[in-house]
C-alpha cells in the first residue's frame, strides 16, 4: 500500500470510529471494545444503521455475539490489542498515543460511567502497542 492509500485508509479509519463515538451511547461503545467490535464497523453507513436501531436491539445483538464467543475458542488473537484501540496494524505513534487519550476519557475509572477493568486491559493494551511500533520502527 502506497503512502497517499496508507493515509487515506487511516483517515477513513478514523472518521469511523469518531461517528461511532459521536452516535452510539457510551453503554454501547463499552460493548463494543469489550467484545472487540471495532473492526466490524468499516464504513459510515453500517454505524448509521447500527446506531438507528432500537436501544433493546442493540442489546440483543451484543448478547447474540457474547454466546457466540461462548462458544469460540478462547485464544487471543494477535491483533486483539488493535481491536480494542479500533486502530489499523500499520497504526504509529501518535495515532497509539491520541486513541488512548480518547478511551482514557471515556472509560477511566474516575469519570461517570468508568470501568476499572477495561481501564487495566486498556492501559496493557497500550504499553503492548508503544512497544509493537518501537519494534516497526527499529
Same mark, same amino acid.
Given at each position: 500500500?502506497?503512502? /497517499?492509500?496508507?493515509?487515506?485508509?487511516?483517515?477513513?479509519?478514523?472518521?469511523?470510529?469518531?461517528?461511532?463515538? #459521536? !452516535?452510539?451511547?457510551?453503554?454501547? !461503545?463499552?460493548?463494543?471494545?469489550?467484545?472487540?467490535?471495532?473492526?466490524?464497523?468499516? /464504513?459510515?453507513? *453500517?454505524?448509521?444503521?447500527?446506531?438507528?436501531?432500537?436501544?433493546?436491539?442493540?442489546?440483543?445483538?451484543?448478547?447474540?455475539?457474547?454466546?457466540?464467543?461462548?462458544? #469460540?475458542?478462547?485464544?487471543?488473537?494477535? /491483533?486483539?490489542?488493535?481491536?480494542?484501540?479500533?486502530?489499523? *496494524?500499520?497504526?504509529?505513534?501518535?495515532?497509539?498515543?491520541?486513541?488512548?487519550?480518547?478511551?482514557?476519557?471515556?472509560?477511566?475509572?474516575?469519570?461517570?460511567?468508568?470501568?476499572?477493568?477495561?481501564? *487495566?486491559?486498556?492501559?496493557?493494551?497500550? *504499553?503492548? !502497542? !508503544?512497544?509493537?511500533? #518501537?519494534?516497526?520502527?527499529?
Amino acid at each position: 500500500m502506497n503512502k /497517499d492509500r496508507k493515509a487515506t485508509h487511516r483517515k477513513s479509519y478514523r472518521n469511523v470510529h469518531e461517528c461511532m463515538e #459521536a !452516535l452510539l451511547s457510551r453503554e454501547d !461503545l463499552k460493548k463494543i471494545h469489550l467484545l472487540g467490535l471495532w473492526t466490524a464497523f468499516d /464504513d459510515l453507513d *453500517q454505524v448509521k444503521q447500527f446506531a438507528s436501531r432500537p436501544r433493546q436491539e442493540r442489546q440483543e445483538f451484543f448478547a447474540r455475539y457474547e454466546r457466540s464467543l461462548d462458544d #469460540a475458542p478462547r485464544a487471543r488473537p494477535a /491483533d486483539a490489542d488493535h481491536q480494542l484501540f479500533g486502530l489499523p *496494524q500499520e497504526a504509529g505513534e501518535e495515532e497509539v498515543r491520541q486513541r488512548y487519550r480518547d478511551l482514557a476519557l471515556t472509560f477511566h475509572p474516575d469519570r461517570n460511567g468508568g470501568d476499572q477493568a477495561l481501564m *487495566q486491559e486498556i492501559n496493557a493494551a497500550y *504499553q503492548r !502497542l !508503544l512497544e509493537a511500533v #518501537a519494534r516497526r520502527r527499529a
